[in-house]
């Protein structure tokens, strides 16, 4: 395995060892049905549900974005739930672009846990022929002690700062960037300042993530190494996914977990339209 990521064929060879790892399944789709049917009819031997919206996220007003981040005492009561004590390797995946398994990665990591990605996820996995397993799996409670703090993440005011002086990802379809649609948040645009890198040019076509070298040339093609980098997204969830690929590329990105669902919601802030920054 690497720091980051890992594949279908070490999670197997984990399961056999005499360590298992923690396994976290995070399926779930935006404005899209509950992951969890779809788990209980079959998930990773021994992998827990996490539900996104629930623990992985806390309930707040419009103004704090749509995911805020859950509070520190509350997010360690949920990794306990899930099983995890001090040491422990951590794995996570989902079925859709890696989205729900990069917020759990992106949290964890945070809290100084060691946390790997199945590249691919779900259909990686089943691609090597690998069993699933059905129904619920309850662990024993674990007892982690969380230490938040090791990742960077942008205020909205850094945020704001960073799309002058840095550079500043929208990771959003190039759709909601330049405000020619908004499904979801009360206005259309971007922040003024940042760039447009979908989360979709992340991934091949089988979902797993590109080559180091190649997010590498697509991330200095932003200016990454020459500034500080950060990324936003709707609501802080597909953003991971592209800290993630930075950092697969070598890059230290701050997340902005509050997006656009935030800035939306604050009508003093300033919304930029069109394709250009």
Known sequence: MTALLTTAAEVNDLLRGRRVPVILDIRWRLGGPDGHPAYLEGHLPGAVFVPLDDELAARGAPAHGRHPLPGAGEFQASARRWGIHDGDTVIVYDDWLGFGAARAWWMLRDAG?????????????????????????????????????????????????????????????GERYRGETEPIDPRAGHIPGALSAPTSENVDDRGRMRSPADLRARFAGFGAGERPVGVYCGSGVSAAQEVLALAIAGYEAALYPGSWSEWSNHPDRPVATGAGG
């Open 113 to 173: 846990v060691d946390v790997r990605v199945l590249d691919g996820g779900l259909s990686a996995w089943l691609a090597d022929g690998l069993a699933l397993e059905t129904g619920e799996v309850t662990p024993e409670p674990g007892s982690v002690t969380l230490h938040p703090g090791h990742l960077p993440q942008l205020t909205i005011d850094e945020a704001a700062v960073l799309a002058q002086d840095g550079v500043l990802l929208d990771a959003r379809a």
